[in-house]
T-cell receptor, first 113, second 108 residues
Framework: EAGVAQSPRYKIIEKRQSVAFWCNPI?????LYWYQQILGQGPKLLIQ????????DSQLPKDRFSAERLKGVDSTLKIQPAKLEDSAVYLC???????????FGQGTRLTVV | GIQVEQSPPDLILQEGANSTLRCNFS?????LQWFHQNPWGQLINLFY???GTKQNGRLSATTVATERYSLLYISSSQTTDSGVYFC??????????FGTGTSLTVIP
């Protein structure tokens, strides 16, 4: 069974530019999560989807971050415009439903210069 | 939201030693997972353990949901066990939160 796929693996952009990350969850998984992990810290939940509906986006900086999950499968996370403090690893995860085991992709390492 | 605290924050072990990592959480949970983050940043699933005890090779975990804690045991540690260990919980609001992590270094 294929795991959670993310792309790109690495991205370097200048501040004020925009960037987008893509995630393809495990087939059949209804719940999808985006996390931000700053170096030396634990992952912080940005947004959680159930199918194509948002369950929790309370920690998503909505002035610059947006995410969508069209058709309840793939998801994209966008940052526009990027700031230096957005440098982090962005992790995508999926699970069958809320309370079942979650699986993570390899992440996208973003560096903003 | 729910608070998830892990201890100790850092741990250095000699190869072959045993260790216990702890995860405390501030509210009722209906899911708990332990992960190992390797040096390349990949989060590897160790246990899905909302309650009870599970074992997988040299690793085992116990969750006592009524007392709001979970323990991860590592026996006969190896250098490949090095990395950061996270617990993560889903609360009754179905939100998934990570703990603060324990950084483990196993020296030969």
């Amino acid at each position: 069974e294929a795991g959670v796929a993310q792309s790109p693996r690495y991205k370097i952009i200048e501040k004020r530019q925009s960037v987008a990350f893509w995630c393809n969850p495990i087939s059949g998984h209804a719940t999808l999560y985006w996390y931000q992990q700053i170096l030396g810290q634990g992952p912080k939940l940005l947004i959680q989807f159930q199918n194509n509906g948002v369950v929790d986006d309370s920690q998503l900086p909505k002035d610059r971050f947006s995410a969508e999950r069209l058709k309840g499968v793939d998801s994209t996370l966008k940052i526009q415009p990027a700031k230096l403090e957005d440098s982090a690893v962005y992790l995508c995860a999926s699970s069958l439903v809320y309370v079942t085991e979650a699986f993570f992709g390899q992440g996208t390492r973003l560096t903003v210069v | 939201g729910i608070q998830v605290e892990q201890s100790p924050p850092d741990l250095i072990l000699q190869e072959g030693a045993n260790s216990t990592l702890r995860c405390n959480f501030s509210d009722s949970v209906n899911n708990l997972q332990w992960f190992h983050q390797n040096p390349w940043g990949q989060l590897i699933n160790l246990f899905y353990i909302p309650s009870g005890t599970k074992q997988n090779g040299r690793l085992s975990a116990t969750t006592v949901a009524t007392e709001r804690y979970s323990l991860l045991y590592i026996s006969s540690s190896q250098t490949t066990d090095s990395g950061v260990y996270f617990c993560a919980v889903t609360n009754t609001g179905n939100q998934f939160y990570f703990g603060t992590g324990t950084s483990l270094t196993v020296i030969p």
